[in-house]
C-alpha cells in the first residue's frame, strides 16, 4: 500500500498536470474567442459595407424605373401631341411617292432597253 504522503505527492502532481493542461486550454479557448471575435468585428464592417451598397443600388434602380417610365410617358404623349406631326407626314409621303416614281422609271427604262436589244436581235436576224 502507499503511504499518506506518496498518495499527497500523487495528488500534487495530478493537480499540478490537470490544472496545467485545464490552464493551456483556456489559454487556447481565449485565443479562440479573441479570434472569432475579431471575425465578427470584420463581418459586421462588412455587412455595413454591403448594406449600404445594396440600399444605394436598391435606390438607383429605383429612380432609373422611375425616369424610365416617366421617358416612356413623355415619349408617347409627345409624338400623340406632337404639334409637328402633318408636316412629318407630309414629308413621308413625299419621301414615299418621290421613291415611287424612281422605281417606276427605273423599271420603264428597264423594260424598254429590254424591247429594244430584243428589236435589235430581231433586225440583226432578219
Do not use: W
Not at 465578427?40 to 432609373?64: D, V, W, Y
Not at 409637328?84 to 414615299?96: F, G, H, P, S, Y
Request: proline share 1%; hydrophobic share 40%.
Amino acid at each position: 500500500m502507499m503511504s499518506e504522503s506518496q498518495l499527497k505527492e500523487i495528488k500534487e502532481l495530478l493537480n499540478a498536470h490537470f490544472s496545467a493542461n485545464n490552464a493551456r486550454l483556456e489559454s487556447r479557448i481565449d485565443l479562440i474567442d479573441y479570434k472569432l471575435d475579431s471575425i465578427n468585428n470584420h463581418l459586421e464592417k462588412q455587412n455595413g459595407r454591403i448594406s449600404k451598397s445594396e440600399l444605394a443600388i436598391s435606390e438607383f434602380i429605383t429612380k432609373f424605373a422611375i425616369l424610365e417610365n416617366n421617358d416612356k410617358d413623355y415619349l408617347k404623349n409627345r409624338v400623340v401631341t406632337c404639334p409637328q406631326i402633318n408636316r412629318i407626314t407630309a414629308v413621308e409621303q413625299d419621301i414615299v411617292t418621290k421613291k415611287e416614281i424612281k422605281k417606276y422609271f427605273v423599271s420603264t427604262i428597264g423594260i424598254i432597253v429590254a424591247l429594244l436589244t430584243i428589236l435589235t436581235t430581231i433586225i440583226n436576224i432578219i
